[in-house]
């Protein structure tokens, strides 16, 4: 079975600064990975997937993820960090279309916290 | 992306009644996705629907606590059954984009049961 891991209840960086957000996966065959932000009160926004390809992905917001086969990871990473980026973040892996692992399932979200 | 509703927003329920939420999507769609999420915490699966079959349901929830139905390709319901405290949550409707490989979520139904 897929499971994910986000280790990392929450996360404090000063504006301006870079900022990552951990992830680890298992899931049998080729993994479709996901990052999701949910603003207090909103809804869930996608952010970025990889699914094939390029092991550095681009998404919303300025943000990026990193793609690990060896060291089964996909880190979310930004540059420089702004107040407005303070949410919580979900990390998510979906298996193989048509495998019994094809639904996403979500890791436990991380808190990202900018401060001014 | 799709745009999805959902209905009600929120809602207080006395235990042991029911509440039938339901997910409207802008689009056809083949598998949509319902999810319980407590407050600041993780997305759990309840079941996915898909149009003329059976719902397929996640360990530890069950058809006559949740039933569900997905009478078209635009449209579902989910029924919460006999409710008590430990239901309050908020539910979430999904589908999936099988061209992009993206998920979508609504904006999902706050329930408190007293």
């Known amino acids: 079975a897929q499971s994910v891991a986000q280790p990392e209840d929450q996360v404090n960086v000063a504006e301006g600064n870079p900022l990552t957000v951990k992830c680890t996966y298992s899931?049998?065959?080729?993994?479709?990975l996901f990052w999701y932000v949910q603003y207090p009160n909103r809804g869930l926004q996608f952010l970025l997937k990889?699914?094939?390809?390029?092991?550095l992905v681009k998404g919303s917001y300025g943000f990026e993820a990193e793609f690990n086969k060896s060291q089964t990871s996909f880190h979310l990473k930004k540059p420089s960090a702004l107040v407005s980026d303070s949410a919580l973040y979900f990390c998510?892996?979906?298996?193989?279309?048509?495998?019994?692992?094809?639904?996403?399932?979500f890791g436990s979200g991380t808190r990202l916290s900018i401060r001014p | 992306s799709a745009v999805i509703s959902q209905k009600p927003s929120r809602d207080i329920c006395q235990r042991g009644t029911s509440l039938t939420i339901q997910c409207q999507v802008d689009?056809?769609?083949?598998?949509m996705f319902w999810y319980r999420q407590q407050p600041g915490q993780s997305l759990t699966l309840i079941a996915t629907?898909?149009?003329?079959?059976?719902?397929?349901?996640e360990s530890g929830f069950v058809i006559d606590k949740f039933p569900i139905s997905r009478p078209n390709l635009t449209f579902s319901t989910l029924t919460v059954s006999n409710m008590s405290p430990e239901d309050s949550s908020i539910y979430l409707c999904?589908?999936?984009?099988?061209?992009?490989?993206?998920?979508?979520f609504g904006p999902g139904t706050r329930l408190t049961v007293t």
């Open positions: 689009s056809q769609v083949t598998m």
């Open positions: 998510a892996v979906r298996g193989p279309q048509g495998s019994s692992a094809s639904k996403i399932i």
């Open positions: 990889y699914i094939t390809g390029d092991n």
């Open positions: 629907a898909n149009q003329g079959s059976e719902a397929t349901y």
């Open positions: 999904s589908i999936v984009d099988s061209h992009l490989y993206e998920q979508y």
């Open positions: 899931v049998s065959g080729n993994p479709y």
